[in-house]
């Protein structure tokens, strides 16, 4: 009996040790949970999103302008919009453009683009054409719908929207409208140019610059209008002296300006006669293109085009702006290249007078180069290499192709 007895007392206390443990735990959950609600209800509440409003593009008229784009493309994916990449120009542009409500669709706009820049290509004078929203109810360029109600619009109707200003705002800071036009129904930013003009810009490194690089060519097949290679300031010349080409042409063909660069690298650096590019644009003796490298794209821009009775418009006060813009990117730019000129001054200095060394290597020319080998390694010969099929051997082939599918369908 004392056992039993023991073992009940024990088994009450048991008991009671337990639901003291529950009663304790159920309280800080409870206080837990009641310091968690009052600081909820407390709290600023969450602002509830409204859904946006649907834009009534009915109540506008739309116009027919031209737009001139400025871009850096070093870092973008080319100009034009693409399905497997966001980071083009066109597809920012498209971006600011339905953010300001001036157009619903790229596809609806009726877009054109004078050149289209490849990637790592840069740009002054773009020239894009397309229909946009307008608030003027008349005018060169303004059409309407058979279901818009522009005239019922309440606001301003004589004053156009700043088209320049509002872009500029949206874009990212690497592009940069820098003026629109009216245009008529006929205009089209790439059959309306009249002529294209881009320019390359190199450092002199070691190439020869003097040599008369067309060898007397006067009829280009490509109708080329002219080609120039300058200095771009008057300082003595040395292998930092920065140069640049300029080629103004009727047209391009895609990567014609990067090609014609890097055949022109290989003759200014002794690698290749002067007369290679007779040799070349003589399309009976070479009717094939031989395989080379071309010059890097980071150094081109589509400087210039040129349209015919299109009158240019621009806000002073946004150009003002802009102006102020691309000053602040070209001081970033500016001082990041003085500190490594500055650098390689110091580091040549020491490897002149440390090493003894008579004279410096000159690489400045290297990473805008692929095909720039000395000839005492391998360097091969333009004219002997292999050749890519003549054009004659392309229409064959896609003829053939085109045989094949239909008789096949």
Known sequence: MFFSRSRDIIWTRITCAINSIRRKTMHSESTALESTVIAENTSDPKPVKKADRQFDFKLYTQRHIALKVAYLGWDYHGLAIQETADDTIESKLFEALKRAKLIESHLECKFARCGRTDKGVSALSQVVSLYVRSNLLEGLGVVTSTDCRASERKGDKTSEIQYMHILNKLLPEDIRVLAWAPVTADFSARFSCLQRTYKY??????????????????????????????????????????????????????????????????????????????????????????????????????????????????????????????????????????????????????????????????????????????????????????????????????????????EED
């Not at 003085?338 to 410096?360: A, H, I, K, Q």
């Not at 290597?361 to 292999?386: C, E, F, G, I, N």
């Open 201 to 406: 810009l190199f450092p002199k490194g070691s190439l020869d610059i003097s040599m008369d690089v067309a060898g007397g060519t006067t009829n280009f097949r490509r109708r080329i209008l002219s080609f120039d290679i300058n200095p771009l300031d008057n300082s003595p010349s040395s292998p930092y002296q920065m140069h640049e080409v300029t080629i103004t042409g009727l047209a391009f063909l895609w990567h014609q300006v990067r090609c014609m660069v890097g055949v022109l690298f290989l003759i200014g650096s002794g690698l290749e006669d002067v007369m290679l590019v007779d040799k070349m644009l003589d399309i009976e003796k070479c009717p094939r293109k031989p395989q080379y490298g071309m010059a890097s794209e980071i150094p081109l821009m589509l400087f210039d085009c040129v349209f015919e009775d299109v009158n240019w418009q621009r806000d002073e006060q946004a150009y003002e702006h802009l102006v102020s813009h691309f000053q602040a990117l070209w001081t970033a730019q500016m001082v990041r290249a003085t500190m490594l000129r500055r650098m390689l001054d110091s580091l040549e200095y020491s490897f002149l007078t440390g090493l003894g060394t008579p004279t410096l290597p000159s690489s400045q020319l290297a990473p805008l180069v692929t095909d720039q080998k000395s000839k005492s390694k391998s360097y091969k010969p333009m004219m002997s290499r292999q050749t890519s099929a003549s054009l004659d051997e392309l229409i064959d082939y896609h003829q053939s192709k085109r045989r094949r599918l239909d």
